[in-house]
């Protein structure tokens, strides 16, 4: 079945630095979104891509969609320890039914030292 | 709007117990569905539905039932409690269609000993 890794698994930071976590699917999605779940909560919807090549960007946040659609990254530049929380991508596979399954990543844990 | 409201938010249950999980939402999704999330794990589908009378396993089902008489409300039954299935249990529900995010629930921490 189709499966979505995302590395790395942890990633802690100096507050200013800059972060990226990424995500990689076994199969060819037709779109792929981002989540963030601060500690202790549940996940919130960040953004969806889903043209090949698309890159988005909310303030500090650059999303990148691949070329081949099957892989995407987040890049959070100058940290804040606001970003501090688990970041998920996940995506619909190409095909199959008009609602597909949307399958997660394992996420990355950002921790941000102020 | 109260959005996915998930109750109760703890639970500890000994081996062997059945409970339900309740899930609901006011958002008029026709799309809802269980994820639970263990360390290093991420999400992972348990069950969905994409409308009242309609479900559907998804990767890890085994122990657990759903059914949906209804487009609010899409409950998750554990039928003998194992320790395995401690873990963090989410619902999330949208829009029927791929260019919608999922609206999750806060989420319910279950223990079972």
């Known amino acids: 079945g189709q499966q979505v890794m995302q590395i790395p698994q942890y990633q802690h930071v100096q507050e200013g630095e800059d972060f990226t976590t990424y995500c990689n699917s076994s199969t060819t999605l037709s779109n792929i979104q981002w989540y963030k779940q601060r500690p202790g909560g549940h996940p919130v919807f960040l953004i969806q891509?889903?043209?090949?090549?698309e890159v988005k960007k909310q303030k500090r946040l650059t999303f990148q969609f691949g070329e081949a659609k099957k892989n995407s990254s987040l890049h959070i530049t100058a940290t804040q320890t606001t970003d501090v929380g688990t970041y998920f991508c996940?995506?619909?596979?190409?095909?199959?039914?008009?609602?597909?399954?949307?399958?997660f990543g394992q996420g990355t844990i950002l921790t941000v030292h102020p | 709007n109260a959005g996915v409201t998930q109750t109760p938010k703890f639970q500890v249950l000994k081996t062997g117990q059945s409970m339900t999980l309740q899930c609901a939402q006011d958002m008029n999704h026709e799309y809802m569905s269980w994820y639970r999330q263990d360390p290093g794990m991420g999400l992972r589908l348990i069950h969905y539905?994409?409308?009242?009378?309609?479900?559907d396993q998804g990767e890890v089902p085994n122990g657990y039932n759903v059914s949906r008489s209804t487009t609010e409300d899409f409950p998750l039954r554990l039928l003998s409690a194992a320790p395995s299935q401690t873990s963090v249990y989410f619902c999330a529900s949208s829009y029927l269609g791929r260019n919608y995010g999922y609206t999750f629930g806060s989420g319910t921490r279950l223990t079972v000993v």
């Open positions: 996940a995506g619909h596979n190409a095909g199959g039914t008009s609602y597909g399954k949307l399958t």
């Open positions: 891509l889903v043209k090949s090549g």
């Open positions: 539905s994409v409308g009242a009378g309609i479900t």
